[in-house]
């Protein structure tokens, strides 16, 4: 008897491991819901690349392609198509719930996946060309607020994006309501630097990876980081908007999440693996290499983030007028 029962305790041990084993995705596969290039694609590389790098997946990771409503249709798919895939993860932005705040993700809100982490981010920047007068933050909102019809504020999205909501916190900065900013919606932060050293508009807003290289080489002239503390590196010396008496941050937090009906063995598998992974040096190396910096939010932390971003977001898209 006592044989017997030993047996089956070791039995059920096997068993739980081999539970455990079977949580790794057979097929892993990261869906990035826009065309390749872009930063959902850089999102899904970041994963897929160190995953393999630092051997915490046995199988390659696959990256496949779907466009259409920054994301939209790839969370509208995931939602009806692949709701229990544990294979799969999405990736996702802080863009994706500045959206769903704004109801454009259609009827789905930000509990119909579950949220599985942020592995870098980026951070607001506003700029200004390099001959500009203005040399610090509170110079721009005093010369925003005197005449708010001189400044037009690109940046590289549609009203409503995150570069319009960065302009509209200027504006309201300035006193000045934000419906009536000059804003000029623009092809991406390259057409806002191209704008800027042309003389074409006052004030850009973007991101900080796509406008540092630009500041070291004197062509435009950052004026305040959206972070909560200054940014390592080239851009060390760049105060935050909140030493300068803005009280914002703007992470455009780069992440993932997983089908609603994901089993809890399948979800506690990528949240335990995304917590080894962000220990590597492979992982560091990865994010580094694609301008992103250290935001590192895993599990219920960052459901907690995203679902707090989506009611700021609400906040601020009302204030808006949007």
């Known amino acids: 008897m006592k044989l017997k029962t030993g ?46 790098e630092a051997k915490l997946i046995s199988k390659p990771m696959a990256v496949t392609y779907m466009e259409g409503g920054v994301g939209a249709v790839a969370y509208n798919h995931v939602i009806g198509k692949r709701g229990s895939d544990g294979n799969l993860i ?7 719930a500045l959206l769903i705040a704004q109801g454009k993700f259609g009827q789905y809100d930000e509990n119909a996946v579950r949220w ?31 005449n708010p019809s001189d400044f037009a504020i690109a940046g590289g999205g549609a009203v409503g994006s995150q570069d319009w909501m960065k302009g509209a916190i200027l504006a309201k ?25 042309g003389g074409h508009v006052k004030v850009g807003s973007g991101d900080a990876a796509e406008m540092v290289q630009h500041h070291t080489a004197g062509k435009v002239r950052i004026l305040a980081v959206m972070s909560p503390e200054r940014l390592p590196g080239e851009l060390a010396e760049v105060p935050t908007a909140k030493e300068q008496g803005v009280d914002i941050e703007w992470p455009v937090w780069r992440g993932y999440y997983v089908g609603k009906d994901v089993s809890d063995a399948d ?12 220990e590597t040096p492979e992982f560091k190396k990865e994010r580094e290499a694609r301008g992103l910096y250290e935001f590192t939010l895993i599990g ?23």
């Open 267 to 278: 979800y506690n598998w990528w949240v335990d693996t995304l917590n080894k992974l962000a």
């Open 173 to 197: 900065a300035a006193g000045q309501d934000p419906k009536s900013m000059r804003y000029v919606a623009l092809e991406g932060g390259g057409a806002v630097l191209t704008a800027l050293e």
């Open 116 to 146: 599985l982490g942020a592995l870098g981010a980026d951070y607001g920047v506003l700029v200004v060309a390099a001959d500009s007068p203005i040399k610090n933050l509170g110079e721009l909102i005093e010369a925003y607020k005197a």
């Open 300 to 322: 219920k932390d960052f459901d907690d983030q995203v679902k707090s971003d989506v009611a700021r977001f609400k906040v601020l898209a009302k204030e808006a007028g949007m």
């Open 90 to 96: 999405t990736a996702a932005s802080s863009g994706s």
């Open 7 to 52: 047996a089956l305790v070791v039995g059920m041990l096997f068993a739980a491991l081999a539970g455990n084993a079977m949580a790794e995705p057979a097929k892993p596969e990261c869906l990035a819901g826009a065309k390749p290039g872009g930063g959902f694609d850089l999102t899904c590389r970041l994963a897929a690349n160190s995953l393999l």
